[in-house]
């Protein structure tokens, strides 16, 4: 049997009364983390530790707004161009890290010449150091909202996101379903392209009696399953399958198999192949005499980073529809001309050691 997590934990912590967000408190780690990694450079270096400040605030702006921009006109602009009141609308989710990183390079670009005295390629060298390790909190960050997941595949570490899924029940049913959990069963359901694993839902509704449950559960549940798009679809109903009704102190629930769907958790693979690149940009850093080889970190940078993320795309569940007619994702496309710009960057940067 394969190992199979499922992945069925919140997305957010509460917190008084106060939702927290995983993926929010993983910007904040790491843009945290980031601080104090460029500290210990500034100190280093012996760069005036006051430019840390408007450091922080150009970058984090920057990241933000170059990631939302970059959704919208990379890979959602058809629908942007006729709703441009939303386009800063980030809590609606939404963020590109290709067009952060175009962003971040013209920020730093301006924040050197104008702010720090100093030649961007600088900034730059050591920026990229702890945007690898930033790169790789906020895939956790997807990881904990079920989001940038892989396509349906069987692997070594195949992921079925019922927290996904518990979403798309509480909304297909709208409002009727109180809660859902699941249940992992030793069961699977093998298929000529797939091994599904076999899971138990518990649903539990409001004011329904037996037969409305029965009715609810056997019929309706396949419908708003079959109903989901399929690149979101984590379960499937099994043809012909019935439910079984109990009641306990809470009321009655009805008790139902369905088929999770195993995805490659490409969330985890980019976290710790960007954490990777960190560590490797990190001890090349120390390795390198400060002032030579100006843009060799930046190049390499953008050659591991890309590189690996144009590999890591095939494994990926495609993100919007005018993707299924291309060869390669938008994501690959545009890590092309990025791998490109680093190839030359470290080659440059090896022949004239500026």
Do not use: C
């Amino acid at each position: 049997m394969l190992a199979t997590i499922v992945w069925d934990f919140p997305n957010h912590i509460p917190i008084a009364g106060f939702q927290l967000r995983f993926y929010s408190l993983m910007f904040i780690i790491s843009f945290v983390l980031g601080q104090y990694g460029m500290q210990y450079i500034f100190k280093k270096e012996n760069i005036n530790p006051k430019l840390m400040d408007s450091l922080v605030y150009w970058m984090v702006g920057a990241t933000i707004i170059g990631a939302r921009l970059g959704h919208v006109f990379f890979y959602d602009w058809g629908y942007y161009k006729e709703h441009l009141s939303e386009i800063l609308m980030v809590w609606k989710g939404g963020l590109a890290s290709h067009g952060a990183a175009v962003v971040i390079v013209l920020a730093m670009i301006y924040w050197s010449k104008k702010i720090a005295k100093q030649h961007p390629l600088w900034t730059l060298d050591r920026i990229v150091i702890v945007v690898a390790l930033a790169a790789g909190f906020i895939r956790m960050g997807n990881w904990f909202n079920s989001e940038i997941y892989g396509a349906p595949s069987n692997g070594l570490f195949q992921t079925v996101f019922v927290e996904d899924a518990r979403g798309s029940l509480l909304r297909g049913y709208a409002g009727s379903l109180s809660s859902v959990e699941f249940e992992t069963t030793e069961r699977e359901l093998a298929t000529d392209s797939l091994v599904y694993p076999i899971l138990t839902a518990s649903l539990r509704f409001r004011n329904l009696n037996e037969d409305q449950i029965a009715k609810y559960t056997d019929i309706y549940l396949s419908k708003i399953l079959d109903s989901q798009r399929k690149d979101r679809k984590n379960l499937l109903a099994i043809d012909g399958n019935t439910s079984d009704i109990f009641s306990d102190d809470e009321g009655l629930y009805s008790e139902i198999d369905v088929l999770g769907i195993p995805r490659h958790p490409t969330q985890l693979f980019e976290a710790f192949g960007y954490w990777i690149i960190f560590i490797t940009l990190a001890l090349l850093y120390l390795k390198t005499s400060v002032g030579e080889r100006r843009g060799f970190l930046l190049g390499m940078f953008l050659l591991l980073l890309f590189g690996f993320r144009f590999f890591i795309e095939y494994l990926k569940e495609i993100q919007v529809s005018f993707e299924q007619t291309m060869s390669l994702n938008m994501g690959q496309w545009l890590s092309i001309p990025l791998v490109s710009i680093g190839v030359l960057l470290v080659v440059i940067s090896k022949k004239e050691k500026l």
